[in-house]
T-cell receptor, first 111, second 111 residues
Framework: QQKVQQSPESLTVSEGAMASLNCTFS??????FRWYRQHSAKGLEVLVSIFSDGEKEEGRFTAHLNRANLHVSLHIREPQPSDSAVYLCAVSNYNQGKLIFGQGTKLSIKP | EAAVTQSPRNKVAVTGGKVTLSCNQT?????MYWYRQDTGHGLRLIHYSYGAGSTEKGDIPDGYKASRPSQENFSLILELATPSQTSVYFC??????????FGKGTRLTVV
């Protein structure tokens, strides 16, 4: 059964500094990876989707995927206070369709 | 634009009563999902579906049934609601290699 773990649980970063979030998964056949942002238990906003090893950039958000190491990360360039939210990693397998989430990282950006 | 609509947005139910949460998508996506979100647990998968007529158990299916009568609609049914099912429920739709879009959530309180 797929296990998705995120670290750290919470992170505080100064405005303008790089924020880095981590996600590990247990199923090496996974091939769909997504990062979502959620403000205060509201809806989920997809930030970046990545389907092959390497890097994918969407504006200030960059995902790095290394499937051999069972690891995907999210880097936020020049974070702003409005980026303060819970960030969720989601992993799935093309053939299975199940989308499994990590428990989230609470990110706080200090002005 | 992709749309996933959940109803109701808020619901108070009595213990032992039947609750039906509805979800409609206009994205023509094959896959649909029901999650619940509780503090400290992230989003946990209850049921999902590959298409009309199909339902699959997720990671926490006990106490829940699902129904997918059409491509557009996916319902979550609590036959005998319990206070432990008080939570925020999210519906989502997606294709195998496409984005997964979420509804705005339903806040269910069982008293």
């Amino acid at each position: 059964q797929q296990k998705v773990q995120q670290s750290p649980e919470s992170l505080t970063v100064s405005e303008g500094a790089m924020a880095s979030l981590n996600c590990t998964f247990s199923d090496g056949t996974s091939n769909n990876f997504r990062w979502y942002r959620q403000h205060s238990a509201k809806g989920l906003e997809v930030l970046v989707s990545i389907f092959s090893d390497g890097e994918k950039e969407e504006g200030r958000f960059t995902a790095h995927l290394n499937r051999a190491n069972l690891h995907v990360s999210l880097h936020i360039r020049e974070p702003q206070p409005s980026d303060s939210a819970v960030y969720l990693c989601a992993v799935s397998n093309y053939n299975q369709g199940k989308l499994i989430f990590g428990q989230g990282t609470k990110l706080s950006i200090k002005p | 634009e992709a749309a996933v609509t959940q109803s109701p947005r808020n619901k108070v139910a009595v213990t032992g009563g039947k609750v039906t949460l509805s979800c409609n998508q206009t994205n023509n996506h094959n896959n649909m999902y029901w999650y619940r979100q509780d503090t400290g647990h992230g989003l946990r998968l209850i049921h999902y579906s590959y298409g009309a007529g199909s339902t699959e158990k997720g990671d926490i299916p006990d106490g829940y049934k699902a129904s997918r009568p059409s491509q557009e609609n996916f319902s979550l049914i609590l036959e005998l609601a319990t206070p432990s099912q008080t939570s925020v429920y999210f519906c989502a739709s997606g294709g195998s290699n496409t984005e997964v879009f979420f509804g705005k959530g339903t806040r269910l309180t069982v008293v």
